[in-house]
C-alpha cells in the first residue's frame, strides 16, 4: 500500500506525543515545491553540514568527544546568528502561511483521539500554541517527508541540514 | 462600547469562543458554526435574613459557579468536536473530567469570560426533522473569571 502518512514523536513541556503526518496530495505539494526551492534552499545550503560535528580536526587527527561537543555548541551560536538572516528572506505571510499549510496536514494522538494541530488558522492543541521549537520542527519533518521524493528519490539530505529524527 | 456619538457597538459574530481540553485539544467553536451562548451563574450573591420586628441583616455570599447553554448547528464542526468532548468526559478518567476551560472573547468590549471546570451537565438532545435543527449542550462550570 502507498505510504502517505509518517509517525513523529516529539516532547511538549515534558510529555511525549506523536503526531502523524499525513502527505499532501500533488496540487497542494507544488506550492511547497515552488516555495523550498525559491525560498528555502538558499537558506538551507547556507545552513548544511553545521549541525554535523567533524570526527576529524583540519590535519586529519581524530576529534575526542568533548572537543566535538564544543564545536558543536559554537556552530548553534551560529545558526542562531544566522537565523534573523534565513528569516530576512521570507515575509511574514509568506512564513505564516507556510506554517499553518505544513501544519494542517498534522495530527496529535491525544488521550481522546486523533486532533489536528491545525484547525483552519487556529491551533488545535494548546501545548504547541506556544512552542516555537516544536512548531518549527514539525514544519520541517512535513516539507522533508513531502519532498524527500522529489529530489530524485534520496532525501532533502543534500538540501537540508541533518538532524537526528526520532521515529 | 460606546462611541463619541453615544451609540453602541455589538457584534456576536466577532465573539470569538474557544473550549479546551488538555486530553482532547482545542477548539474554536465561532469557526465550526457557533450559534448563541448564554452562561447563567447559578447561585445569589446577597439576601436578606429579616426578623419578626423587620430588622434585615444583610448577608454576602459567595457563588462563582454557573450554568452555560451553548446553541450549536447540527453536524457543524463544533458540534462533531463537542461529541468527541463529551464522548471523552463520559469514559476517562474522574479526575481528567474537570479540566475543561471555556473562553468567550468579545474583543468589541475588549472583555474576556474564562470558565474553568467546565462539564456537559447531559447530553444533547437528538433530533431528526427535514432541516437540520441547533444542538443545545447545557454545560455547567465550577468558576467564572471576567477579565
Known sequence: MREITKEVKHEVEGKEFIFQITKMNALKG???VKFVTEK???VFTQLQGIFQAPDKDTD???LSEEAQQKIVEQRTEEVLQMIPKALEALSEEELTGLIERCLQTVQVMMPAGWQPVMIGHNFGVEELEYDIMTTLLLCYEVIEFNLGSFFGGKSLGSFL???NTSK | MAN?????TYSLLDVVSTINHPDVGK????NGGGGQITISAAGDLFSNTKTATGYVTINKMKSEDGVAQLELPNNSESDIFMRKWVAYLKSCATKRSALSTLTVFDPVANRTITLNGVVPQKEPDEGYQ???GNRTY?????EKIVK
Open chain 1, 30 to 32: 507544488t506550492y511547497l
Open chain 1, 40 to 42: 528555502l534552499i538558499p
Open chain 1, 60 to 62: 586529519g587527527n581524530e
Open chain 1, 161 to 163: 541540514p541533518r538532524r
Open chain 2, 4 to 8: 463619541k456619538q453615544g451609540f453602541a
Open chain 2, 27 to 30: 477548539f474554536v467553536l465561532s
Open chain 2, 130 to 132: 427535514q432541516t437540520a
Open chain 2, 138 to 142: 447545557a454545560l455547567l462550570y465550577a
